[in-house]
């Protein structure tokens, strides 16, 4: 059974830092991997998305980096601003299934 | 192309009154899923379906909860004699017919159950 882990949990930053949310899972064959962002009461923002094969996803600020021998990955979110605030998740989908796992997310507060 | 459309996005019912979350999938899209984020936690899966057919209900309550996704019409998740309990955004997901982006699912605005 596929367990997705981030941390960490909560993260309160100053404005123009550069900081890292990690997630790792268990199983790694995976198909791919994507991060969300969640505002309060708001729906899935979908940011990257990592297939197997790839190693990383650049889009603007963000970096997401697959490391699937360790079951790891990385989420880069340089020169943060408050508009950053937000729940951060990972969510895996397997090879061949369509459950995806989605980890408990790291909660990202960038104050000005 | 619209989205993955969820309707309504806020939902209040009382106690023991039935609630009907609808989905329609992206445009050509064949598979939907179901999954259910409770206050403070993660998003769980909960079903996936098919045209005409629920391929895997295992995170779907035992009682009261049932999913449709008939050959016309969107998908319906549908939940009886609701209890507070059942608080929760409802999100909805689908995905194309298999092929070369087959497991990339496209997940709609939610739908948040209130009970009273």
């Known amino acids: 059974k596929q367990e997705v882990t981030q941390i960490p949990a909560a993260l309160s930053v100053p404005e123009g830092e550069n900081l890292v949310l990690n997630c790792s899972f268990t199983?790694?064959?995976?198909?791919?991997l994507q991060w969300f962002r969640q505002d309060p009461g708001k729906g899935l923002t979908s940011l990257l998305l990592?297939?197997?094969?790839?190693r990383e996803q650049t889009s603007g600020r963000l970096n997401a980096s697959l490391d699937k021998s360790s079951g790891r990955s990385t989420l880069y979110i340089a020169a943060s601003q408050p508009g950053d605030s937000a729940t951060y998740l990972c969510?895996?989908?397997?090879?061949?299934?369509?459950?995806?796992?989605f980890g408990t997310g790291t909660k990202l507060q960038v104050i000005p | 192309n619209a989205g993955v459309m969820q309707n309504p996005r806020h939902l209040v019912r009382r106690r023991g009154q039935e609630a009907r979350l609808r989905c329609s999938p992206m445009?050509?899209?064949?598979?939907v899923y179901w999954y259910r984020q409770l206050p403070e936690e993660g998003l769980k899966f909960m079903v996936y379906l098919q045209k005409e057919n629920i391929i895997d209900e295992s995170g779907m309550p035992k009682e009261r909860f049932s999913a449709e996704f008939p050959k016309e019409g969107p998908s319906i998740l549908r939940i009886q004699q609701v209890v507070r309990g059942d608080s929760a955004a409802y999100f909805c997901?689908?995905?194309?017919?298999?092929?070369?982006?087959?497991?990339?699912?496209?997940f709609g605005a939610g739908t948040r159950l209130s009970v009273l």
């Open positions: 969510a895996v989908t397997p090879w061949g299934y369509q459950k995806v796992t």
């Open positions: 445009k050509g899209h064949s598979h």
């Open positions: 199983d790694s064959a995976i198909y791919n």
């Open positions: 997901a689908s995905s194309p017919a298999p092929g070369e982006r087959a497991n990339i699912q496209y």
């Open positions: 990592i297939q197997s094969s790839q």
